[in-house]
């Protein structure tokens, strides 16, 4: 009994000392670091940019239903398009993170006291991004590593990421100048 749980814990450090595994933490790392630090700092990209109380409290509504609407719209897409036209859960990840990627060029395009139009659109993208990344990372996971005991565990390794991410983003890379403008 005892060298049947170590050859199935052996298999989770297998997995864990993988290029797979690697690859998908450090991609729900940057996706989540970066969608984290948009959130986080709303406030103050909506005070850089001579937004009022009434625009932030816009912003906010719209991360929140935006999020919300890429956990659902997005896991109802991947389930039927990977049972029907057999389509990799992959692609949901890979056309995410482009897609994240273009809101925050959006965001960092935006001009001051210009029509909201192009802020609410890149917040909106890179909010659905962000409730789409958690609904594709566990079945995604399930994919490439298979349904094992470790399961669970090896989940919740991944979903570190995104609490490393936040503390660094938030933390170390952003803090700095935000304590040099106030």
């Not at 997995?15 to 790392?29: A, C, E």
């Not at 630090?37 to 932030?56: E, H, P, R, W, Y």
């Not at 057999?86 to 993170?97: A, D, H, N, T, W």
Request: glycine share 10%; charged share 10%.
């Amino acid at each position: 009994q005892a060298v049947k749980n170590i050859s199935r814990l052996g298999s989770y450090f297998r997995t864990l000392f993988s290029v797979d595994f690697w690859m998908l933490f450090i991609s729900f790392f940057g996706c989540n670091g970066a969608s984290t630090v948009m959130i986080f700092s709303i406030a103050q990209i909506n005070a850089s940019l001579g937004g009022d109380a009434v625009k932030l409290s816009e912003m906010l509504s719209l991360i929140a239903l935006s999020g919300v609407a890429g956990r659902i719209v997005t896991g109802m897409a991947q389930d039927s398009l990977v049972r029907n036209c057999k389509m990799p859960r992959s692609i949901f990840y890979v056309v995410g993170l482009i897609l994240l990627g273009a809101s925050q060029l959006v965001i960092a395009g935006t001009e001051a006291n210009s029509p909201s139009v192009s802020l609410k659109a890149g917040v909106s993208i890179a909010s659905v991004v962000f409730g789409m990344s958690w609904c594709v990372l566990g079945p995604l996971s399930l994919d490439m590593f298979g349904n094992s005991k470790y399961y669970g565990t090896l989940l919740s390794t991944l979903y570190l990421s995104a609490g490393f991410a936040s503390l660094i983003f938030n933390s170390a890379i952003v803090h700095p100048y935000y304590q040099k403008a106030y």
